[in-house]
T-cell receptor, first 111, second 112 residues
């Protein structure tokens, strides 16, 4: 499968723990995006990278959230000191042009 | 006010029906427009881009009215497999490579 991949697919954690998610984009895609989606809502933008540069961050991305794309290929999204409100699907997408291709997402449950 | 507004539905229609979804957006600088489809517990997938002249892909027709900041999607001859959530999506501002703004989604359920 040469699409966008995300790992893990599911994560259950206790409040206060740190979690890290990984996204592997489609290989030639230079842009990578992170979104968060809660039940009954559309995806909300978190941040995006062009190559290794983080070009935009949403106000939703509090100081507990950090994203990296160190070599312009895969990306990680870390959430520190998780809260129950962080429970959501975290979606990664990549693009070369205007069309974004989404990965299957990581479903986070914070107990 | 949300940047992209859609009627969440659900729309319950019989097979073979024609159904239309509408969407409005608030940023007049938006340049690119899309409809994405999302099946339950799956990722969004591009259904079609939307152009000012209107465009058609099989049973699906999309229209854009920039003056009214209004986007529509028409599905003809609905199939059971069309049951999904349809997300109206616009780019934020004039760049087509930056963030996308998603509507809440409209849920379609096609019944036999």
């Amino acid at each position: 499968d040469t699409g966008v991949s995300q790992d893990p697919r599911h994560k259950i954690t206790k409040r206060g723990q740190n979690v890290t998610f990984r996204c592997d984009p489609i290989s030639e895609h230079n842009r990578l995006y992170w979104y968060r989606q809660t039940l009954g809502q559309g995806p909300e933008f978190l941040t995006y990278f062009q190559n290794e540069a983080q070009l935009e961050k949403s106000r939703l991305l509090s100081d507990r959230f950090s994203a990296e794309r160190p070599k312009g290929s895969f990306s990680t999204l870390e959430i520190q000191r998780t809260e129950q409100g962080d429970s959501a699907m975290y979606l990664c997408a990549s693009s070369l042009g205007s069309v974004r291709f989404f990965g299957p997402g990581t479903r986070l449950t914070v107990l | 006010r949300k940047e992209v507004e859609q009627d969440p539905g659900p729309f319950n229609v019989p097979e073979g029906a024609t159904v239309a979804f509408n969407c409005t957006y608030s940023n007049s600088a938006s340049q690119s427009f899309f409809w994405y489809r999302q099946d339950c517990r799956k990722e969004p997938k591009l259904l079609m881009s939307v152009y000012s002249s209107g465009n058609e892909d099989g049973r699906f027709t999309a229209q854009l009215n920039r003056a009214s900041q209004y986007i529509s999607l028409l599905i003809r001859d609905s199939k059971l497999s069309d049951s999904a959530t349809y997300l109206c999506v616009v780019t934020s501002g004039s760049s087509n490579t930056g963030k996308l703004i998603f509507g809440q989604g409209t849920t379609l359920q096609v019944k036999p």
